[in-house]
């Protein structure tokens, strides 16, 4: 692209009954500091006895005038269209207005990006009837402009003021005009399919003055919050998996985040239930498992921690391991909600309750939770939304200590603990089981070893470390509680669970052979013993 590049720029103003600020918009336009303009000024039958014709006419052979019957504004742009000799369009509505140098600094930035075909775009004024800045609209106030380049991200969050555009004409003949039988969807209907086919570039300069007031269409035309809602519709039903993937990095999230833009910032009550039902179809199921011998008071608070997730769609699985205790309290919540499923087996630990729910299993994610901890409640949701974005197949997170009666004792930032972590977690392992959340499909061939009452998940956790990086998240999202029978602060139990491991390590000759953290295993198991311990 030549240094000198100056194309013609046809700035296109559809005006109907626009006398009010129709005048500051052609003013602004003539004003531009970049020369090689024409400015095309479409009456869309106006009605007014003459006043929008007369103020026009005034402009002479500034303007390029054009009169036609009233048909909308996708049709007075479309005669702009038709009639522009530039090679580059550029839309004012008749009552906002231009910044001096808004051409000038697009067309340096296509000059400077060798890019003629891309779409330019950026923030806006946001102004009144009387010229008072209500508020200034920064897309890269929400997003990094990384993702505001992304071609459809500003359509599908309403980021879009066509008057903000630089596009060139190639677009117009290769996706066609502005669809006149809309009346006030007409341009992000337009947008959808030029913008997902072409190189965007959004620039933080803001150019326009956007004017807010009670006269404009949006807010007069009967139809406008339907053909609103048909368009946000069709547009769910047209983006492609690859689309979103790009926008939000998965399907469901993707779909979450429209369902909360549509609500948040709009009144599109039908686009936005319709976002939800895509979001709930695209997520994968997660089956929360609990083992549990009596202590049905405990469990409950455990179930409703599960049942009060931000994520809907997970199953509870209720392994009871021989409970002697009258299971009323339980039976109670299954009657309330269908996801909760109950399961009985003879006592034979919490190892094959564990394994029993895995085999019943019908979710894609499998999280475990103790009968007397807690998950935060947004536990689910974030951990296999960090799964799924960062493609781990294990993770784990950190977590809160709590005492018997709920009070927090701090944080074990145990969630650290992440990455390629075999052989290293021979050597020590901070996982905690109510944290963990692993794919299903990893455990068809590795289980927990049933023979085993402590240290069992962790001999699980090395089986799966030996074959699967595994993904730590820092935040604490469970809280487990902790008291004298815990094998945190029970020396027995911590001497019976790491001989176990021990146990476990040495006699797998694919582990053994790491003798260096066997050595740190067996120093720890060794300290336990002195007489420190004793």
Known sequence: MEQDYKPKVSIIIPVFNGSNYMKEAIDSALAQTYTNIEVIVINDGSNDNGATDNIALI?????????????????????????????????????????????QIQVEIVQKTKSEDAILYGGYELIDEHLNVIAKVRPDALYPEEKLNIPLLPILRGLINGCCLLIHKSHFERVGVFDEKLKTTQDYALWFKMFRHAKLIYHKEILVKSRFHQEQSSKKIPDHISECNQL????????????????????????????????????????????????????????????????????????????????????????????????????????????????????????????????????????????????????LEKQILFMQTKGFHFSHTSYQRMDNDGNLMGVIDSGSFSGELFPRIIGGCSIASPTVMIKKEILESLRFKEDLEIGEDICLWIDIAYCYPIGGMQEPLTNVRFDSFSAASNVRKQQ???????????????????????????????????????
Not at 59 to 76: H, P, T
Not at 522 to 530: A, D, G, M, Q
């Open 496 to 534: 019976i669970g790491l001989m176990n491991i021990a146990d476990h390590v040495i006699k797998n000759s694919l582990y053994a052979v790491h003798k260096y953290y066997v050595y740190l295993l067996l120093e720890k198991l060794l300290y336990l013993f002195s007489d420190n311990h004793s």
């Open 232 to 379: 946000w519709i069709s547009f769910l039903d047209q983006v492609t998996p690859e689309e979103m993937c790009e926008i939000d990095g998965l399907q469901y999230l993707f779909y979450k985040r429209t369902a909360e833009f549509l609500q948040n910032n709009t009144p599109y009550t039908l686009a936005q239930q319709h976002a939800t039902a895509h979001a709930e179809m695209a997520m994968e199921r997660i089956s929360v498992i609990i083992p549990f011998f009596n202590r049905s008071k405990l469990l409950l608070s455990a179930v409703n921690s599960v049942l009060d997730q931000t994520y809907g769609k997970f199953e509870v699985l209720l392994i009871d391991d021989g409970s002697t205790e009258d299971l009323k309290i339980i039976k109670d919540i299954m009657k309330r909600d269908s996801r909760v499923r109950y399961i009985y087996q003879e006592h034979k630990g919490a190892a094959a309750a564990r394994n029993l729910g895995i085999s019943l299993a019908k979710g894609s994610y499998i999280a475990f939770l103790d009968s007397d901890d807690i998950f935060a409640p947004q536990k």
């Open 59 to 103: 402009y002479g052979d500034r303007i390029r005038y054009f009169s036609k019957e009233n048909g909308g504004v996708a049709s007075a742009l479309n005669l702009g269209i038709k009639n522009m000799t530039g090679e580059y369009f550029s839309w004012l509505s008749h009552d906002d207005s231009y910044f001096p140098e808004k051409i």
